[in-house]
């Protein structure tokens, strides 16, 4: 089953709000890569983590992997609607080579 | 630069039966993954590559033969369509290993009527 749990769902926000999506898993990680994925589109890659505590920014974009390597945040601040999309995280288990993306959170920025 | 290529974009079978998905990536990447994404279950890997004539099961397999012959195709093959694999398809490259960056195709949204 499902390995990598993603939450919210769902996100409704205005624009300028903050957003923030949450990742876990089971099992502990090796990484842990985000994508978005725009309305009809496909799922583009945003950034990968490794190490245990990381945290990288990409301008209004804020990524933490978590200390134990099974869960893992993005944080958005103040929102545009060119963020409208599906976040996506997806991480290796340290057994096996399999990769698991989540659930997905689909985020929609109301202007 | 192509890049990763799917096609068809769009098909639309009957149950019953075979289609096949195709996938060019003009990288030379090593990796090459086939994912299905449906409405609450994001995206799930079918299978994966990591080199010509090295393929392996992903989470969802069943009802899926792919091949790799040479590196830069990575065909999915529907040997007999269900309606539950209507689906989009996603085609992906990765350079180097599992843990790598993944380059999605544009999809292929498949209706089995």
């Known amino acids: 089953g499902q390995q990598v749990m993603q939450i919210p769902q769902y996100q409704h926000v205005q624009e300028g709000e903050d957003f923030t999506t949450y990742c876990n898993s089971s099992t502990t990680l090796s990484n842990i890569q985000w994508y978005k994925q725009r309305p009809g589109g496909h799922p583009v890659f945003l950034i990968q983590l490794v190490k245990s505590g990381e945290v990288k920014k990409q301008k209004r974009l804020t990524f933490q992997f978590g200390e134990a390597k099974k869960n893992s945040s993005l944080h958005i601040t103040a929102t545009q609607t060119t963020d409208v999309g599906t976040y996506f995280c997806?991480?290796?288990?340290?057994?096996?080579?399999?990769?698991?993306f989540g659930t997905g959170t689909s985020l929609t920025v109301i202007p | 630069d192509a890049g990763i290529t799917q096609s068809p974009r769009y098909k639309i079978t009957e149950t019953g039966r075979q289609v096949t998905l195709m996938c060019h990536q003009t990288w030379s990447h090593s990796y090459m993954f086939w994912y299905r994404q449906d409405l609450g279950h994001g995206l799930r890997l079918i299978y994966y590559s990591a080199a010509a004539d090295i393929t392996d099961k992903g989470e969802v397999p069943d009802g899926y033969v792919v091949s790799r012959s040479k590196t830069e195709n990575f065909p999915l093959t529907l040997e007999s369509a269900t309606r539950s694999q209507t689906s989009v398809y996603f085609c992906?490259?990765?350079?180097?290993?599992?843990?790598?960056?993944?380059?999605f195709g544009p999809g292929t949204r498949l209706l089995v009527l």
């Open positions: 997806a991480g290796k288990s340290d057994t096996g080579n399999q990769f698991y």
């Open positions: 992906a490259s990765s350079e180097a290993s599992p843990l790598g960056t993944q380059y």
